[in-house]
């Protein structure tokens, strides 16, 4: 049925599309057109080829950056992808207040990731409360200095991306719980599986969807991290500038009239395809069945010829 | 049979929380588990809201009480609001809420309005390029903002936007992902209403006030709360865009205050207080709505 007419439908999306195309694809392709240049602003643009993918290798600044962001990851993602699970099998079940823990455990979601650090940094600075509480309990003498050492502080950092996180992927499960059958859970139990067994052979394969989807949430996520270093480094990026992102040094390189806007592309593109590498083992993982199958029909032949051979001799 | 027998004696009566002897229902716990549950509930509750309530705390302190001792006290000893005072004093807290607010409201209506509209194209009219459109939508997603950063900021220079709101809104003014969202609710209309709609003489605004709204009012609560959330609480994009600090948004603001006045915690404190209050008292107002629609959405989606 006509309900409209022909050009109606392209007047609706033609703002969405408007805004695709000024505000996402023409800067992509304009940082992928930069990364090849050596701009900079107030200058006209000069083609210099590979150059500045030839400088991340020397660039100092670019490798802490990389093996931050890579800890960042390499930390966050086992952290981020279990703990939301625990916590929404924990509140899954309708006992009374549930409601208000369910809403409380958000809170940290929907703070700003400014204001929160910057309650991390006072809870973690050298006389902040974790300080205070170590000292009282007698485990230092003296004051930790969390936040001017690299590590620590890309710790502390971690710490806070899963505190803030954990209230959003426990959402994200709890409407995927929904969906595991409790038939499977009561069949388990029948059989005498205890919690922790249902846990890893019916709860876990029954979401196994949304753990991948997590887990690369939480990859793209860890490598895309910002704010929370930056405020607890207050911008500087730790000592010597060592415990910054990638996307750190990004917004310091291109900044500014003196601005290597060339070179902060080149970055962003790293970031970029970086990105992409998680989608890429999902895609390969979610298809693992098929290549599993392969092996396995392998096997299964390899294993009937292995018989007919014994059987062969036997005889 | 036992199980039977248990259920149908407990019937009647108000169904218990816990798991009552006899009772088969092994998705319930049992008491003691009930117990050790809320047990642990109450110790998160603890770990997600003390930085917050600490803060808090730590705002209504006078300037001569101690605010790093162990065992923390939450409530202050002499309560004062005198770093609230100080926290005007030191930055215009105000024009940055107002600027927040700006940008906030209108994130929230272009996206509802836009995604609306270009979902309900996408949803449920049949046009030539439809596939076009939405792959186009589609691969955005795979682009995170921080990857553009550089160029986007080039952008909104050349539109002679920089150091302006304007210049902060507009990227984020139609998500892709809000189209999506739209596009995905919007695909459950059932067609004969529309059609039936459309023979009743509606034109397409008409259907999209009548017939799509109603339909596809949770997900617009939860488009809406989470376009408004981002926009608040957004950091990297407004410090690049805004480089005067009169025309700071909140979270650059407080980063600015903290940066700048980090002798003195308890103002700092005040100041975070400001930019968290509204946002935590506008979602505890529309969390039901909020779980709602994701539970819709998850569902549907």
């Known amino acids: 049925m006509q309900r409209q007419r022909w050009f109606t439908p392209y007047l609706l999306v033609l703002p969405a599309v408007i805004w695709v195309f000024v505000f996402a694809l023409w800067p992509f392709l304009n940082t992928v057109v930069l990364a090849f240049t050596d701009a900079r602003p107030l200058r006209p643009a000069r083609f210099v080829g590979l150059e500045n993918f030839g400088k991340l290798f020397e660039d100092e600044r670019f490798g802490y950056a990389l093996s931050t962001s890579l800890v960042y990851v390499v930390v966050c993602v086992p952290l981020l992808t279990f703990l939301p699970l625990l916590l929404a099998l924990l509140v899954h079940h309708k006992i009374p207040a549930i409601g208000f823990f369910r809403t409380t455990f958000y809170f940290p979601v929907i703070a700003s990731a400014v204001v929160v650090a910057i309650v991390w940094e006072f809870l973690f600075s050298g006389s902040g409360t974790v300080n205070s509480a170590l000292q009282f309990f007698g485990f230092v003498d003296r ?40 038939e499977l859970h009561e069949a388990a139990a029948t059989d005498g599986a205890g919690w922790w067994r249902r846990f890893w052979s019916v709860t876990v394969p029954g979401v196994r969807g949304p753990i991948m989807l997590v887990s690369v949430l939480v990859c793209v996520g860890a490598i895309r991290v910002f704010t929370e270093l930056y405020v607890l480094s207050n911008g500087s990026g730790g000592p010597g500038g060592r415990a910054m992102s990638m996307v750190m040094l990004i917004q310091s390189m291109g900044k500014g009239l003196n601005g290597q ?12 395809l970086l990105t992409l590498v998680p989608l890429a083992v999902v895609g390969v993982l979610n298809n693992s069945d098929t290549i599993k199958d392969a092996l396995a029909s392998r096997r299964v032949t390899k294993a009937a010829r292995v018989a007919r051979a014994a059987k062969g001799a036997a005889r | 049979m036992s199980a039977a027998q248990a259920q149908t004696t407990t019937a ?29 509930l109450i110790l998160i ?42 926290v005007f004093r030191a930055i215009p807290v105000l024009d940055y809420a107002w600027h927040s607010l700006l940008v906030g409201v209108g994130t929230v209506i272009t996206n509802v309005v836009f995604a609306t509209m270009g979902g309900y194209a996408l949803g449920t009219i049949k046009f030539r390029g439809k596939w076009i459109v939405l792959a186009i939508i589609f691969s955005t997603l795979l682009l ?20 302006t709101l304007w210049g902060v809104f507009l990227p984020g003014a139609i998500a892709a992902i809000n189209v999506l969202l739209m596009t995905a609710v919007c695909r459950m209309i059932p067609p004969d209403t529309l059609d039936a709609a459309t023979i009743d003489g509606a034109n397409t605004m008409e259907r999209l006030r009548h017939i799509v709204w109603p339909n596809v009012r ?33 979270t650059v ?17 005040a100041g975070t207080m400001i930019a968290l209050v509204p946002i935590i008292v506008l979602f505890a107002v529309l969390q039901k709505q909020f779980f709602r629609g994701v539970e819709e959405g998850s569902v549907k989606g």
């Open chain 1, 143 to 182: 004051p930790i200095e969390f936040l001017s050492d690299r590590l620590l502080l890309i710790g502390c950092a971690v710490g806070l991306t899963v505190w803030k996180g954990l209230g959003y992927y426990m959402v994200v499960y709890l409407a995927a719980l929904g969906n595991v059958g409790r």
């Open chain 1, 261 to 272: 806007i060339g070179y902060a592309s080149a970055i962003s593109l790293v970031l970029f």
């Open chain 2, 12 to 40: 009647p009566r108000r169904e218990k929380a816990y798991r009552t002897r006899g009772s088969a229902d092994i998705m319930k716990p049992s008491l003691p588990g009930l117990i050790g549950k809320y047990a642990l």
């Open chain 2, 45 to 86: 509750l603890g770990i997600m809201v003390f930085p917050f309530l600490w803060q808090m705390s730590t705002s209504f302190r006078g300037a001569t009480e101690n605010i790093y001792d162990f065992p923390p006290s939450l409530i202050p000893a002499a309560p004062t609001i005198d770093n609230y005072a100080n």
């Open chain 2, 144 to 163: 995170p903002a921080e990857v553009t950063l550089t160029s986007q900021y080039l952008t909104v220079k050349s539109l002679g936007l920089a150091n």
């Open chain 2, 218 to 250: 949770g997900m617009v609560s939860v488009v809406a709360l989470f376009a408004f959330i981002g926009a608040w609480d957004d950091f990297l994009w407004p410090l690049v865009v805004l480089s005067d600090p009169a025309n700071y948004t909140l």
């Open chain 2, 253 to 269: 603001g407080m980063q600015y205050l903290s940066s700048n006045f980090a002798a003195n915690p308890r103002v700092i404190a």
